[in-house]
């Protein structure tokens, strides 16, 4: 295994660490200036387009998507350090580059699955930044983290599918740029796998019978770098039957394939969370004293800090490792890698996050730092894409096969 940064990549990290520097770190505080000023709490701040014109110039676009005809063609070990740096502020860079979720994964279904009018369609603008689109899957009504209890009913009426159902935590389905729904519900409701039960299919945002009901919130924040995360109601909505990605009976298999990437690119962006928490840590710890010396020369301080670096340099390695395996075996050979690291990543970051909290005391909570927004996203993310429990059962029971 061989992790050293290839020519391409030393490139776009240089690249992408200058945009940051220049741009993005002193766009934060001016999004959430303008933010306050909009009619609506969804709307794009001015900034965000800006930032996405630069990125645009500057050819840091796309980066996640390996398909060389649509993104940039990096391999997962390649673009492991772009996510991570894009990690460090994930309410803005991200978006700046186009490499934001719920975006990435349904361009990456539309890639993969989608057919030549749907790609079209769908896929050409949400490649060039002019529409944002959302996943809907999970339901309020039944365990989501058990994809087989899906109730959403896609059932067929001619030449129209009829979706009806209710979904929540919808994320993108907020932002006024959102324009299709990628949904996912069961056409096959009785049959015997319970695997080729579900199929998905594209309905627009303006389908008759499609309702926003309300947004949801995270840990009391509205999460607009996402486009929000919403409940949104399907009553009888109708879109045609050319509508399915795929086949019928393959929305499980599609689920599977677009959370794969999705899952290590969370992780990626995590490890870039904790490295800015660890700097604001140092920062902090170097600026402030108490009791007659600075924060920098207590004990548990120095242990706070040891510690994360310690942790972080383990995580990346395993990412890394996952990456590599998954552009060499393939995502199916690195299942247990991927399933490692969705377990261990967050639960780490959450632990580093919070220390970085206590040691800016009141400061930590608040809206002048980053760190309550990072921890609510990092703390999410033990539950977004499958909980924990889920990871650690399937985990253990491959390691229990050996044995039995």
Known sequence: MDFAFDARTE???????????????????????????????WDTPAVVEELKAEARRQGLWNLFLPDSEYGAGLTNLQYAPLAEIMGRSPHLAPTATNCAAPDTGNMEVLTQFGDEQQRKQWL?????????????????????????????????????????????????????????????????????????????????????????????????????????????????????????????????????????????????RLIGMAERAIELMCRRAVSRNAFGKSLAQQGVVHNWIADARVTVEQLR?????????????????????????????????????????????????????PLAELYAGARTLMIADGPDEVHQRSLARRELKRYL
């Not at 776009?12 to 934060?28: G, I, N, Q, S, T």
């Not at 983290?145 to 919808?170: F, L, M, P, Q």
């Open 11 to 41: 490139e776009l990290r240089a690249k992408l660490l200058a945009f940051m520097d220049e741009y993005v770190y002193p766009a934060e505080a001016v999004a959430e200036e303008q933010r306050s000023l909009l009619a609506s709490p």
């Open 124 to 268: 050409e603008p949400l490649l060039a930044g002019e529409i944002r689109s959302a996943f809907a899957m999970t339901e309020p009504d039944v365990a989501s983290s058990d994809a087989t209890n899906i109730t959403t009913h896609i059932e067929r009426d001619g030449d129209e599918y009829v979706i009806t159902g209710r979904k929540w935590y919808i994320s993108g389905a907020m932002h006024p740029d959102c324009k299709i729904h990628i949904v996912m519900g069961k056409t096959d409701p009785d049959g015997e796998d319970v695997r080729r039960q579900q199929s998905m299919v594209l309905v627009p945002r303006d389908t008759p019978g499609v309702t926003i009901k309300r947004a949801m919130q995270v840990f009391g924040y509205e999460d607009h770098s996402h486009g929000g995360h919403a409940e949104v109601i399907f009553d009888h909505a109708r879109v045609p039957v050319s509508n399915l990605i795929g086949e019928e009976g393959g929305g499980f298999a599609i689920a599977q394939a677009r959370l794969g990437p999705g899952r290590i690119h969370h992780c990626m």
């Open 317 to 369: 390695l395993l990412v890394l490792k996952t990456a590599w395996l998954m552009d060499t075996v393939g995502n199916r050979g690195a299942h247990t890698e991927i399933q490692a690291i969705k377990i261990a990543t967050p639960r780490a970051v959450v632990d580093i996050l919070d220390r970085a909290i206590q040691l800016h005391g009141a400061g930590g909570v608040s809206q002048d730092f």
